[in-house]
């Protein structure tokens, strides 16, 4: 199975600073790849999919790019209501593997 | 609007079994894959099963083949998990989601609130 890998595992960044979270992939999924936040005590929610096309009302701070293995999640501006757990999943075929996680909160 | 209400969690024995429910409203239920993900405690989430629209073809994660199975009747809008010969392993919250794309494989655009299984003696 492919396995799916995120770095770092949590992260603390100031409000308005750009955050970047990578995601990697061990075999090439062409760009299968969504990324999903998590508050605590609630569901996944979707923020991208299809590597690097926003969900709709996402806001625009939020950016995907990558294809093959290769993934990052950007946020441009962090705002305090985006501390969350990241999950980047793939979904080229089953098992549609999660990655570990990338918790992000405001220093 | 779309929801997803999960319902059946709760506490059992290793060994034991239960049946989870969903019940989708706010979009055509019979037009889309569904599938099962869990959430260990602490952990990220593992996808456990899809169906396809019609009920007629699903696929498991290697771990759950034989135990777990998903079904559906599109004519109550409702999904079903039917947990049989639970493991401590299993212990997790159990979320119903709803796939986005016409293939099996799928990212989840909705998501339940989940409903928590605790498998413990």
């Known amino acids: 199975d492919i396995q799916m890998t995120q770095s770092p595992s949590s992260l603390s960044a100031s409000v308005g600073d750009r955050v970047i979270i990578t995601c990697r992939a061990s075999?090439?999924?062409?760009?299968?790849l969504a990324w999903y936040q998590q508050k605590p005590g609630k569901p996944p929610q979707l923020l991208i999919y299809?590597?690097?096309t926003l969900q709709s009302g996402v806001p625009s701070r939020f950016s995907g790019s990558g294809s093959g293995t290769d993934f990052t999640l950007t946020i441009t501006s962090l705002q305090p209501e985006d501390v969350a757990t990241y999950y980047c999943?793939?979904?080229?075929?089953?098992?549609?593997?999660f990655g570990g996680g990338t918790k992000v909160d405001i220093k | 609007e779309v929801q997803l209400v999960e319902s059946g969690g709760g506490l059992v024995q290793p060994g034991g079994s239960l049946r989870l429910s969903c019940a989708a409203s706010?979009?055509?239920?019979?037009?889309?894959?569904m599938s099962w993900v869990r959430q260990a405690p602490g952990k990220g989430p593992e996808w456990v099963a899809n169906?396809?629209?019609?009920?007629?073809?699903?696929y498991y994660l290697d771990s759950v083949k034989g135990r777990l199975t998903v079904s559906r009747d599109n004519a109550k809008n409702s999904l079903y998990l039917q947990m049989n010969s639970l493991r401590a392993e299993d212990t997790a919250v159990y979320y119903c989601?709803?796939?986005?794309?016409?293939?099996?494989?799928?990212?989840?655009?909705?998501w339940g609130q989940g409903t928590l299984v605790t498998v413990t003696s």
């Open positions: 075999q090439g999924i062409g760009n299968y």
């Open positions: 299809a590597a690097s």
């Open positions: 989601a709803k796939g986005a794309d016409v293939r099996p494989s799928a990212f989840f655009d909705y």
């Open positions: 999943q793939k979904y080229n075929c089953d098992p549609e593997t």
């Open positions: 169906i396809k629209e019609d009920g007629g073809e699903t």
């Open positions: 706010g979009f055509t239920f019979s037009r889309y894959w």
